[in-house]
């Protein structure tokens, strides 16, 4: 099994900024792809950026240019990065880990942009 502990939600200001860190623990082997995803009210979870084992990322369209993810192997850590933030950011955001095709989730942290 594998666990996954999000933290640095909260209510920031259009166009400020936050970080969002998530801490992996378990059964957690070297191949795996972190990341994180989104679910706004009334909308379906929808990725948002992911990064392999390796460095590589990818990002939603949405959040290129504002957004930067990254991982620290050694503490089973993923971050997200979140700059230039927009109402339409506002979500809960969702930790993932994707290892031998098995998903695991956080608990989810929520962020709100709003004046």
């Not at 620290?72 to 095709?101: H, I, W």
């Amino acid at each position: 099994q594998v666990q996954l502990v999000e933290s640095g939600g909260g209510l920031v200001q259009p166009g400020g900024s936050l970080r969002l860190s998530c801490a992996a623990s378990g059964s957690i082997f070297t191949i795996y792809v972190m990341g994180w995803y989104r679910q706004a009210p009334g909308k379906q979870r929808e990725l948002v950026a992911v990064v392999t084992a390796g460095g590589t990322t990818n990002y939603a369209d949405s959040v290129k240019g504002r957004f930067s993810i990254s991982r620290d192997n050694a503490r089973y850590t993923v971050y997200l990065q979140m700059s230039g933030l927009k109402p339409e950011d506002t979500a809960v955001y969702y930790c993932n880990l994707n290892q031998f095709g098995t998903n695991y989730w956080g608990q989810g942290t929520q962020v709100t942009v709003s004046s």
